[in-house]
């Protein structure tokens, strides 16, 4: 089974502070993704990765950077942290680019607290 | 208007009955993905479509890519099933675009 894991369930920051979301999958996917979800507003794509040191940003990543190293590591990074950002986080991965628009297996989400 | 829509936004049922969500998109698409989300947040892929129907359990996922629409259906319904189901459509590359889900709640 594909296992997708990301570092806290629960975060709780201050305003200006800055913070790591990591998430790991362990099935040597090319593809791997970060999402905030609100209500109302449902899944949005904040940036995406396709191979290693490779990303390209999403529909919101005013706000955010991504980092992809290692191929089974993605993390994002919020560089000083606003209440806007309050939100559930959720990452996901992809086998590879085979233009057919995969499954994506996703991690728990990270539910964040900015205040 | 977004790209997809779902329908109904909330749906209460008793157990037993029928269930049908709604999804209809606006362009082009490779394929369809229905997901499901429990409270707690964890997603979990149940189809991915491009054509016809497949059925998986009691539940079974249709598309008409003529009309842009897709249905998920869910049979003998249980409260087990309460959850939030969400539509995506991919459009060649990796990236999906979501509907803002439905929410089922199953009453015993």
């Known amino acids: 089974d594909v296992k997708v894991t990301q570092s806290s369930r629960y975060l709780v920051k201050r305003t200006g502070e800055k913070v790591f979301l990591e998430c790991v999958q362990d099935?040597?996917?090319?593809?791997m993704f970060w999402y905030r979800q609100d209500p109302g507003l449902g899944l949005r794509l904040i940036y995406f990765s396709y191979d290693v040191k490779m990303k390209e940003k999403g529909d919101i990543p005013e706000g955010y950077s991504v980092s992809r190293e290692k191929k089974e590591r993605f993390s994002l990074i919020l560089e000083s942290a606003s209440t806007n950002q309050t939100s559930m986080y959720l990452c996901?991965?992809?086998?590879?680019?085979?233009?057919?628009?995969?499954?994506?297996?996703f991690g728990p989400g990270t539910r964040l607290l900015v205040l | 208007k977004n790209e997809v829509e779902q329908s109904p936004q909330n749906l209460t049922a008793q157990e037993g009955e029928f269930i049908t969500i709604n999804c209809s998109y606006s362009?082009?698409?490779?394929?369809l993905h229905w997901l499901q989300q429990h409270p707690g947040g964890g997603i979990v892929s149940l189809f991915m479509l491009s054509s016809g129907k497949k059925k998986h359990g009691r539940l079974i996922a249709t598309i008409n890519i003529q009309e842009k629409h897709s249905s998920l259906h869910i049979t003998a319904s249980h409260p087990r099933d309460s959850a939030v189901y969400i539509c995506?459509?991919?459009?060649?590359?990796?990236?999906?675009?979501f509907g803002q889900g439905t929410r089922l709640t199953i009453n015993p």
């Open positions: 996901a991965s992809s086998f590879g680019p085979s233009g057919m628009g995969e499954t994506q297996y």
């Open positions: 099935m040597d996917h090319e593809n």
């Open positions: 362009v082009g698409i490779s394929a």
């Open positions: 995506a459509v991919s459009r060649g590359a990796q990236k999906l675009v």
